[in-house]
Structures are given as structure tokens and as C-alpha cells.
């Protein structure tokens, strides 16, 4: 895998009067974890989505490998290798486990691949099959490959909505919360899938308020608060700042 650079400048964005996102600028370098964080409503998944073409920004830019990608639209940015996970799992719930990946993985296909590919029998897919065994094991996911994704666990759709992402191993990640809301034991083993893909080679921007999760494994992180860049900098430094004790406490 190659490139994975990501460079924001001058984001702006404001809903009905509330200004989400003010003049925010994050550069990541192609191979680092950067952490974004803040307290509640300051901006974090508004940056996201405004990065991952959801949104569009009133003011500022994207680039992707040095091409401006500014409100591309979802699905082109991840045939680019620029993917996301969402706060709140979005798993087809009457698919089942193996069927969302299946899902997952064809819609990271460009379209005329994606038709000859739902056409073609199960059997014959071996390179596919054999991924999405791979992916079903290294996401601890095998007891529920074959049951309906609503009828697994929360923690469990956390899992497969990340797995869903890393069908094509991007080149650039933004996770919303992964761990929100799961078990110690998922949490590790998401942890360890983001150690995995990143010494694979992905960039990664992690949203996240599990503090612990963010001091472990990112290399710099960036806070927000009130929609402005706050702080930036090495995990420990930026968390031990006066104000940004503050901004978290008066979130
Ligand atoms: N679709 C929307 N319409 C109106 N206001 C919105 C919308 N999305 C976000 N906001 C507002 O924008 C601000 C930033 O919200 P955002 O969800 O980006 O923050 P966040 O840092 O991700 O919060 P959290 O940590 O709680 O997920 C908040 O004041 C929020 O209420």
C-alpha cells in the first residue's frame, strides 16, 4: 500500500445557526494515528463527515495524496482508499454477518466488476470467499458469520461494521467510536485490528473519548472544543494542558 496523506485546511461548517466546525486545519502523514477528541458537540464527526464527502464544508479543503478530494462523494473517496466507520453501527440487519462483508466488498469494487461479481455463483468466487473467511476469523466473528446482523450483539456489529471497512485494507481510516459502548474484551480486539492495519500501512484518524484506547495508540492527537482547534500535539503533553482539562470538563 501506498501514499496516505491526508491534509485538511481552513474547515468550516455551520448548521441552522450552530457553528460546528470553525477554521480547522489537521495534516496527517501517510502511516501515523492521530487522534481527534473533544468534548461532546465539539465538532469531531462533523470533521469526519465533512472529510468523508457526507457533508459539504462552507469553507476549507481535503486532500488526499496531494488531489483535492473536497466534497467528493463517499463511495468515490473509498475506491481512493479514504473509508470510515460510523458512531452508530449501520449494518444491514436482516443480512447476515457474512453477507454485510460480502456487501461491503463489492461495493469497493468499481461497478462493472461489482455486476459480473453478484452474477457469478457463490463457488466460484474463491478469491472473495476466501477474503471474507480471513476476515470473519481475524475479527473474532466466526460463532455469528451466518446469523442475521440484527440478531448479534452490539459489540458484535461494532465488529463487523470495522471489518466491513478493511474488506480493500485502506489507505486512510476514520473511525467514529469504535469502542463506544462495547465490552473490554471487543475493545481489545478492535484496538489490536487498528495496531494491525496501521503497521500494514493505513493512516488512521481515530475519534474517540475512551482516553486510555487514545494514549496507546495514537502518535498525535488533536483536540477540538467549541468547533476550533484547541490543542495539538504528543498524547500525553496535549492531555496534561490546563485548558484542555477544562474544555473537557465543561463539556
Ligand atoms: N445535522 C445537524 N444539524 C444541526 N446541528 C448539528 C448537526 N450535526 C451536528 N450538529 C451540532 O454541531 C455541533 C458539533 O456536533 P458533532 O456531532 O460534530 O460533535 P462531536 O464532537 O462529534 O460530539 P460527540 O462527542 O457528542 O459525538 C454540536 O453543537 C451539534 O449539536
Not at 124 to 147: M, S
Not at 215 to 241: I, M
Amino acid at each position: 500500500m501506498s501514499g496516505g496523506n491526508l491534509a485538511v485546511r481552513g474547515l468550516g461548517k455551520a448548521y441552522a445557526g450552530v457553528r460546528a466546525l470553525d477554521d480547522v486545519s489537521i495534516s496527517i502523514a501517510a502511516g501515523e494515528i492521530v487522534g481527534l477528541i473533544g468534548p461532546n458537540g465539539s465538532g469531531k464527526t462533523t470533521a469526519i463527515d465533512c472529510v468523508t464527502g457526507l457533508q459539504r464544508p462552507d469553507t476549507g479543503t481535503v486532500e488526499l495524496d496531494g488531489t483535492d478530494v473536497t466534497s467528493w462523494r463517499p463511495d468515490r473517496l473509498a475506491h481512493h482508499g479514504l473509508v470510515r466507520t460510523f458512531q452508530q453501527v449501520r449494518t444491514f440487519e436482516s443480512l447476515t454477518v457474512r453477507h454485510n462483508l460480502r456487501v461491503a466488498a463489492l461495493g469497493r469494487r468499481p461497478r462493472s466488476r461489482r455486476l459480473a461479481d453478484l452474477v457469478r455463483p457463490d463457488g466460484k468466487d474463491r478469491a472473495l470467499r476466501a477474503r471474507l473467511d480471513e476476515l470473519v476469523d481475524t475479527f473474532a466473528l466466526g460463532p455469528v458469520a451466518d446469523r442475521p446482523a440484527g440478531q448479534v450483539s452490539y459489540g458484535q456489529r461494532k465488529l463487523v461494521e470495522f471489518a466491513a471497512a478493511c474488506v480493500v485494507p485502506p489507505r486512510v481510516l476514520l473511525l467514529d467510536e469504535p469502542v463506544a459502548a462495547v465490552n473490554p474484551t471487543i475493545g481489545n480486539l478492535i484496538r489490536d485490528r487498528i495496531r494491525d492495519l496501521n503497521a500494514a500501512g493505513t493512516t488512521v484518524l481515530l475519534v474517540e473519548h475512551n482516553i486510555e484506547l487514545v494514549v496507546g495508540l495514537c502518535h498525535r492527537v488533536v483536540v477540538l472544543d467549541q468547533g476550533r482547534t484547541l490543542a495539538q500535539g504528543r498524547p500525553e503533553e496535549v492531555l496534561a494542558r490546563d485548558d484542555v482539562q477544562e474544555a473537557y470538563l465543561g463539556g
